[in-house]
């Protein structure tokens, strides 16, 4: 007597099912409203081999048939089957339900009316965040294994160039820290010079460490200058041996990082022209003192060097420069909010001779520290009106800032964790 004999003597009509421990005795009658569900499409079933692919186990002799599934999603099976109607599972993954449902044969078209709108808003929320996740790896990777790309392509052209094995030992020790513990020490060495001209133009600044010559004439304190001039020296020859050794001069000189380098050090030398010319007494040069001024202050972009230490001022970097469009609209809000609530405030305040904001350009300003919550308090509404106005502009001021933040939130977060995967990958290569 074969399997399906059994299943269809008259006698009996019902079928023992065990689900993940839970058993439950099944009429024909019930099962057959659902010709293609799996416990339907069991009782057509002739051999044994037939059952075990529907299910995970069988005892012919207790004619029971083992499934190793959740017990709890099982009950709103026995639901379905006796109602006709699906309902969704509290607590259960959208993604689960559909694997469930799957399984078991059920369509969504079952849902009930009560769960088939918050089934497909859940499916539309998960669908976004797979292909947001689903985008943003793609792009992280394909970025990264294009960067890793070129790493072993500018790897590549030190073939049969000059001094090629020389110079690729150098660069790559220069340009990345992780290869060996004399490329650490480098970048240590190398930050540590930052550092010590960021603190020692600081210091310069301070009136106490000021000196004045024969000619009662402010200088520096020479200490302070040997030691910057020191780190402008050291700065000046890690960027020609960085030159030097790379694999292509003008690919180097229009590297970003390499820009900042030479920002950092070109005020040095300028000023020092500047100052010679200035010695000499020209005539014709009355505002050299100006552009020295000017290019003394130009040192502050020696704190840019650390963008070459620290991951995390790389993707504020790349963040800022994939972001354009994100801080376009928070700079379009802030526009329109500042030239609506100065106009606001100027038509509340004009007839009052106590405020100060009876302008709108003055208004702008005040706008301008209200919406980004800074608030100095050197301007400010004296009337009722401009203070109700001050208090939507600051409520305004905080959900227009707050708008475009998450993205370039996400985008930072992103370009670190790409960064993060590229410096590891550059280690491993």
């Known amino acids: 007597m074969v399997y399906g004999q059994v299943l269809h003597l008259p006698q009996d009509c019902f079928i023992n099912v065990n689900v993940g421990g839970f058993k439950q005795r099944l009429d024909h009658t019930v099962l057959k409203r659902f010709p293609q569900t799996r416990l339907s499409r069991l009782l057509c079933c002739s051999s044994k081999e037939a059952i075990l ?7 012919p002799s207790e004619m029971e048939y083992y499934f190793d599934r959740n017990p709890s999603f099982f009950c709103y099976v026995l639901n379905f089957y006796l109602t006709g109607k699906l309902h969704l599972v509290d607590g259960l993954c959208v993604v689960s339900f559909i694997q469930e449902i799957e399984y078991w044969g059920i369509k969504e078209r079952h849902l009930d009316l009560c769960c088939s709108n918050k089934f497909s808003e859940l499916m539309e929320l998960a669908e976004e965040r797979n292909w947001d996740q689903r985008s943003d790896k793609q792009e992280i990777d394909s970025c990264s294994m294009e960067e890793l790309s070129v790493l072993e392509d500018d790897t590549e052209m030190f073939e049969g160039s000059w001094c090629g094995d020389a110079r690729r030992s150098v660069w790559i020790r220069l340009e990345n820290p992780g290869f060996s513990t004399s490329a650490k020490v480098m970048a240590v060495a190398s930050l540590s010079l930052v550092v010590i001209s960021i603190v020692t133009m600081c210091i310069n600044s301070m009136p106490v460490f000021h000196q004045v010559d024969l000619d009662e004439k402010v200088i520096e304190d020479p200490v302070l200058t040997f030691f910057e001039n020191l780190c402008v020296l050291c700065f000046s020859a890690e960027f020609i041996l960085r030159l030097a050794v790379a694999p292509s001069a003008r690919k180097f000189l229009c590297s970003p990082l390499n820009i900042i380098d030479l920002l950092s050090i070109m005020p040095f030398y300028v000023t020092v022209v500047c100052d010679m010319v200035n010695g000499e007494e020209s005539t014709e040069l009355e505002n050299v003192g100006k552009v020295v001024q000017i290019l003394r202050l130009m040192r502050v972009f020696r704190i840019l060097k650390l ?43 004009k007839d009052s ?77």
Not at 53 to 59: G, H, I
Not at 398 to 420: C, D, E, G, M, R
């Open 353 to 429: 001779y106590e405020s100060e904001l009876r302008t709108i350009p003055i208004g702008w300003w005040w706008a301008t520290i209200s919406m980004t919550t800074v608030g100095y308090g050197d301007t400010l509404p004296v009337t009722v009106a401009g203070k109700l106005i001050a208090t939507l502009c600051i409520i305004c001021g905080l959900l227009i800032v707050a708008l475009p933040i998450t993205n370039i939130f996400n985008k930072f977060s992103k370009f670190y964790q790409k960064q993060s995967l590229l410096d590891l990958n550059r280690n491993k290569l």
């Open 53 to 59: 692919e529907l299910c995970d186990d069988f005892s």
């Open 307 to 349: 963008v070459r230490h620290s991951v995390g001022l790389r993707a504020l970097g790349a963040t800022l420069l994939h972001s354009s469009h994100e801080v376009g609209q928070l700079v379009l809000f802030l526009s329109v909010g500042i030239f609506l609530f100065s106009a606001l405030m100027y038509c509340a305040e």
